[in-house]
């Protein structure tokens, strides 16, 4: 069963950088596509990046320049650096694949506050 947890949430300051981390298993994390999905308060959840299996990424354009994801095979693990965050960012940021059926962490929350 497709399993994935995300970790790397917490407070921080306008300007500040964090980075989130996605363990997966249960599946065949090589050929998995991976996705960073966010929600803010009263807000629809969307689409913030994507990898490829063959490491090709993409962007929402509120992040472009900002954000950068990227995947570590040997740890089954997907990363997002995510660096001048703003109050805007704040949300909870979810993991996700399609790979055996549409599968999501538990998120793990983000606030950007002074």
């Known amino acids: 069963q497709v399993h994935l947890v995300e970790s790397g949430g917490g407070l921080v300051q306008p300007g500040g950088s964090l980075r989130l981390s996605c363990k997966a298993s249960?599946?065949?994390?090589?050929?998995?596509?991976m996705d960073w999905y966010r929600q803010a308060p009263g807000k629809q959840r969307e689409l913030v990046a994507s990898?490829?299996?063959?490491?090709?990424?993409n962007y929402a354009d509120f992040v472009k320049g900002r954000f950068t994801t990227s995947r570590d095979w040997p740890r089954r693990t997907v990363y997002l650096q995510m660096d001048g965050l703003q109050p805007e960012d704040t949300a909870v940021y979810y993991c996700?694949?399609?790979?055996?059926?549409?599968?999501w962490g538990q998120g793990t929350l983000v606030t950007v506050s002074s």
């Open positions: 249960g599946l065949n994390f090589k050929i998995a596509s």
């Open positions: 996700h694949t399609y790979y055996g059926g549409d599968r």
């Open positions: 990898i490829g299996s063959d490491g090709t990424t």
